[in-house]
Structures are given as structure tokens and as C-alpha cells.
């Protein structure tokens, strides 16, 4: 088996699925300017994608390792570039709702299969987590690249042009690049389920993981983890296009800093967290973001709109407020390395599919939040919001660390006796 070739492989799958699940808000605004949509309507997108995840991910993670993690990122490359063509060709509000739907369904199949991969290749805590800080840096600078390769199809002077649509055939092509190379890859998947056991067992062998108390702390932290993410992400580019009045293709543009922070903080995470207690590092992180929201949602108030506005005249608010991304970047890779490294490689898939459902419910519901705020009220008092769930997650990751180091010293003392 060829390490780096699947590593490379893995890689190009989260690089063009970090570009389509993030590329949310980046459609929500162009929906509402190209089909007219209101913004309650278009945060249901987010509902398309998310929904998905969590329902196949419930019903098929446990079952990935007798199907066959190649076969299945297979099926999610395969059923997305369908999708992409579908969108110039067929345009539509029902489209994309039809886009993000695939889009859900595939990354159910793919993020399970990632990840219990990531497994397979790496010995020990330390090398799993370094990977995993890797491999969602790599997810960050495609979440980053595609908002300027969105950016590059988007015409700001004629907000209603489909135009943009035609981004759909560059990610087409991107998918297949992926689905050709991991076909050629081989992947030796032994040991990956326990034998002897039937499809049934396997399934309440993961409702089994929710009874344990460290794992219903840590579903939690993700839930709210990825609140907070999506209703940032999501709704940043209206945020910059109708709060600090930046044309909708710049609006875009400045969002990817909010990816640029969170894919530079997550490739330089792999490196702090060898170094220093994870727990710390994220109490410091959560911190950090709340003093940012702070003291920058002020500089959006009373912004005039400019018609010759430009990068060196832009409010400044438009920098600052997306640099929450790198304080946010290691929260999700660190708490999900401590949960899986404590878990033997069997029951990886298992606890993939509890992650990648909960992570899809919180993605849901930031969104809708932040969308449904942002439209009865503002975008200030929507992302002042975040300051809620900030303080939730820093309650939640210490009783995930007392839980965590409980089960430490309950596996020490077993092997004293």
C-alpha cells in the first residue's frame, strides 16, 4: 500500500469537497440576486447539505468498513460531478437546493471514509493528529481557492447574470482529476471491522458509543463548534456585501480570509499541539474569538456605500472580523484527534459517523440562526450572537478534558492490574 499516494489522493477529495460544502455562502448570495430569493429562503441551502450528511452518515456509517472506504468516496466523487454539471445546464433555485443535497449525501460517504483511512496510515496519537491538523488545513485552502475561483465567474455589474454558474464546469473537472487518481490508488482496509459480525450489529454497535459519557461531551463540543463555523462562514459574504457595502464579487473575496485564518491556523496546529496541552491552546483560542467579535462589530456600524470603493479604501472591518477564522482553526481537528486516538481503528468509522452527524446538525442550525437574525434584526446582532455559543463550547471542552483524562487513568490502572 502506497502511503502517499492515497495521502495525495485524500487530499484532492477534501480539497474539492471543502470548495462545494463551502461554497454556501457564497451561492446564498448569488441566489438572491440572480432568482430573487429572500435570505430565509436561501438559508435553507444550508439545510440541504447538512440534513443529508446526518441522515447517511446515521444510517451507513457503521457499514462503510463492509462496504469499503474506497468504494464509497468513489460514489461520493462520482455522484457530485454529476451534480456540477447539472447546474449550468439546468439553472435554478431547485438546482442548487438539488447541488447541496448531493453534495450532503457524498460527504456523508467520503468524510467517514477519510478519516477511518487516516487511521489505517498512522501510528499513535501524535502522528494521528498531525494528520488530521494536516488534512483539514488542506480542506481550509480549498475552502479558501474557492472563493476566488467563485469570485472569478461572479459579474458585480449585473448582479442577476448567471454567469456565475459557469464555475460548476471547473469543479466538474476537479472531481473527476480526484475520482481517476483514487481509482488507480490501492488501499489495503484489513482490520478495519471487527469479524464475525452482522451489518445489525455493527449499527448498534455505534448507538452503543452515544451511552459513554466522553463521547456525548464531545458530540456536543462539535455541535457547537460548527454552530458557530457555518453561521460565520455561511452568511460572512452577505454580511460584507449589505453591512460594509462591498460589491458582491469583493464580498467574496473578503470572506476567504476567514479561510485563509483557518487554514494557516490549522496547518500550524499540527506544530503547537506537539509542544503544548491541547486544552490550554483552545481555552486561549475561544478567547481570542470572543475578544475579536468584541471590540471589531462596532467598525461595521453607519458604513457608507461608495461606488469607487477598492481594497485600500475598503472599511476596515472587512480584514479584522474574518481573522476569527485562525484563533477558531484548531478547536475542531484538536477535540476530534483526542476523541478518535482513544478509540481502537475498529471503531473509527463508527465515531466518524457520530461526528460527521452532529457536526452536520450544528452547521444547520448556525446558519438558520444567523440567516433568520440577520434578516429580522441585522448582521451585527447576528454575529454578536457567536458570543453564545463561544461560551458555551468553553464549558463544554472542560468537561471533555475532565472526560478524557478519566478514561486515561481508568486504561492506566487496568494495566497496573
Known amino acids: 500500500m502506497n502511503n502517499q499516494r492515497i495521502l495525495l489522493s485524500l487530499f484532492a477529495i477534501y480539497f474539492v469537497f471543502a470548495i462545494l460544502l463551502n ?41 462503510l468498513p463492509r462496504f469499503g472506504f474506497k468504494r464509497a468516496m468513489l460514489m461520493g466523487l462520482a455522484i457530485v460531478t454529476g451534480a456540477c454539471i447539472a447546474m449550468p445546464l439546468l439553472p435554478g433555485f431547485w438546482t442548487a437546493k438539488l447541488l447541496f443535497l448531493s453534495v450532503g449525501v457524498a460527504f456523508a460517504l467520503v468524510k ?28 481550509m485552502v ?16 449585473n448582479p442577476g447574470s448567471t454567469a456565475w454558474l459557469s464555475v460548476y464546469w471547473v469543479l466538474a473537472a476537479i472531481c473527476l482529476f480526484a475520482f481517476i487518481l483514487l481509482s488507480l490508488t490501492k488501499m489495503d482496509e484489513s482490520g478495519t471491522r471487527v469479524e ?7 449499527f448498534w454497535a455505534m448507538i ?22 457555518q453561521g460565520i462562514g455561511s452568511w460572512l459574504p452577505t454580511f460584507n456585501n449589505e453591512i460594509l457595502k462591498l460589491p458582491a464579487a469583493m464580498s467574496v473575496q473578503a470572506a476567504s480570509i476567514f479561510a485563509a485564518g483557518l487554514a494557516l491556523g490549522r496547518l500550524g496546529a499540527g506544530a503547537i499541539m506537539r509542544r503544548l496541552h491541547w486544552y490550554p491552546v483552545l481555552n486561549v483560542c475561544l478567547l481570542a474569538m470572543a475578544l475579536l467579535v468584541v471590540l471589531t462589530l462596532p467598525l461595521s456600524s453607519d458604513v457608507q456605500a461608495n461606488p469607487d470603493i477598492n481594497w485600500f479604501n ?5 480584514f479584522i472580523l474574518p481573522l476569527i477564522g485562525l484563533f477558531m482553526a484548531p478547536i475542531y481537528p484538536a477535540i476530534n484527534s483526542v476523541m478518535l486516538s482513544s478509540l481502537p481503528t475498529h471503531q473509527h468509522s463508527a465515531m466518524t459517523g457520530l461526528l460527521v452527524i452532529f457536526s452536520a446538525l450544528g452547521g444547520t442550525t448556525g446558519s438558520l440562526i ?17 458570543l453564545v455559543p463561544i461560551s458555551v463550547i468553553l464549558v463544554s471542552l472542560f468537561f471533555f478534558r475532565r472526560a478524557v483524562e478519566g478514561r486515561e487513568v481508568g486504561a492506566s490502572a487496568k494495566l497496573t492490574v
Not at 208 to 229: D, G, H, N, R
Not at 373 to 380: K, N
Request: net charge negative.
Open 23 to 63: 461554497s454556501v455562502g457564497t451561492v446564498i448570495l448569488q441566489v438572491i440576486n440572480t432568482y430573487g430569493v429572500s435570505k430565509s429562503a436561501a438559508s435553507v441551502l444550508e439545510g440541504f447539505k447538512d440534513i443529508p450528511i446526518g441522515i447517511v452518515s446515521f444510517l451507513v456509517a457503521s457499514q
Open 112 to 139: 467517514v471514509a477519510v478519516y477511518s483511512t487516516v487511521g489505517l496510515l498512522t501510528r499513535g496519537p501524535n502522528e494521528h493528529a498531525s494528520m488530521v491538523n494536516t488534512l483539514e488545513g488542506v480542506f
Open 142 to 157: 480549498g475552502v479558501l481557492g474557492g472563493y476566488w475561483l467563485f469570485s472569478a465567474f461572479i459579474d458585480s455589474a
Open 196 to 202: 464475525g459480525t452482522s451489518p445489525r450489529q455493527d
Open 208 to 229: 452503543k458509543l452515544m451511552a459513554k459519557p466522553l463521547v456525548y461531551i464531545y458530540v456536543i463540543s462539535v455541535f457547537i463548534y460548527v454552530l458557530i463555523e
Open 314 to 318: 475598503a472599511p476596515i472591518a472587512a
Open 370 to 386: 444567523t440567516g433568520s437574525v440577520f434578516e429580522a434584526f441585522d448582521g451585527q446582532v447576528a454575529f454578536y450572537l457567536s
